[in-house]
């Protein structure tokens, strides 16, 4: 049921990658996704392999469902204070931040919803409005209590870091790939596109703007440097007994998978793990929120495809956005 990739990498050039020196690429599972990453440079191959272990040290930390890692030993604390490792208290730390700063809309213990609508099994279904309110009693960020690398969450309460864990990672090995000295590389975490420079004929990166229903790409945007990612409700959903579609995002006020006026909201900036978390806090928004939110910060833009079909796109990423054939776009001004 899972889409493909939201944003995919269209076409790099009109090179054949195979020629061009210095290329190494990988890819694996991890996350819960398909992780691919393309490198130019010296020593690229083993900086890939040395980026691929540090995504799965990562995954091993955060997964919600390995009984070694720091978040399953903060899920079964019963309410005592856990030690987790540095990493794990930065994201969280990061998380509450998300947290506080979108009011809510990411909540980083949204799991027990999650899990209630049968996200994490794929035995989805609609649970009774009783275990929606029992579920929303447990959900709520500002209960998490975060003291350097101790962190203590109520019994029964759930971290789940799985709206922002891939962006976080993708930062970690950019700047793995950065320290190793690579100055050109894209890498793809499952649709989270993240760059480093630009392409090595020297133009920009070109991504493909998936249609959140289906059809041939939105556009292309033409990127160096940042990260690209895209959240929708179109991703992973399933179909209720009464025929209405649910979609894994969840709205922390209702409990219910948010219904929201938009189809995808696609947020660039410099990092992933802004990017990520705030890609999936204003689809939870809705459209108008999510522009004044967008107006009252200078760190990251979007571009919001409405339930509708409408494009929009915030105005410092404008010329960089080229919508394909009869699609018309809305600028978004400050
Ligand atoms: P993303 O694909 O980055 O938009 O993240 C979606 C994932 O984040 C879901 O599969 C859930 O695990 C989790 N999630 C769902 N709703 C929320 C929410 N309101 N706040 C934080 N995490 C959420
Ligand atoms: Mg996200």
Known sequence: MVAALIVCFVSCSHQDSEEIAGEANAGFFAMNTYISMTAYGDQADSVLEEAESRMKELEALWSVTEENSDIYAVNHSNGSPVTVSDETAEILSFALEMAAETNGALDPTIYPLVSAWGFTTEEHHIPSDDKIQEMLSLVGYEKIRL???????????????GA????????TVIQLLKDRGILSALVDLGGNIQT????????????????????????????????VVTSGNY?????????????????PVTGYPVESDLASVTVIAAEGKLCDALSTSLFVMGQDRAVNFWRQRQDFEMILVTSTGEISVTEGIADQFSPADN????????
């Open 235 to 251: 991703e992973n959903y399933f179909i209720g007994e009464d025929g209405k579609t649910y979609g894994h995002i969840i709205d």
């Open 327 to 334: 699609e018309e776009v809305d600028v978004i001004y400050r």
């Open 147 to 161: 003291d350097e690398n101790q962190v203590q969450l109520p019994p029964n309460m759930m971290l789940d870091l």
């Open 196 to 227: 480093i420079g630009m392409r090595p004929d020297g133009m920009p990166w070109r991504l493909g703007l998936q249609d959140p229903f289906g059809g041939e790409n939105l556009g292309v945007l033409s990127v160096s440097d940042c990260a």
């Open 164 to 171: 922002l864990g891939k962006g976080y990672a993708g930062d």
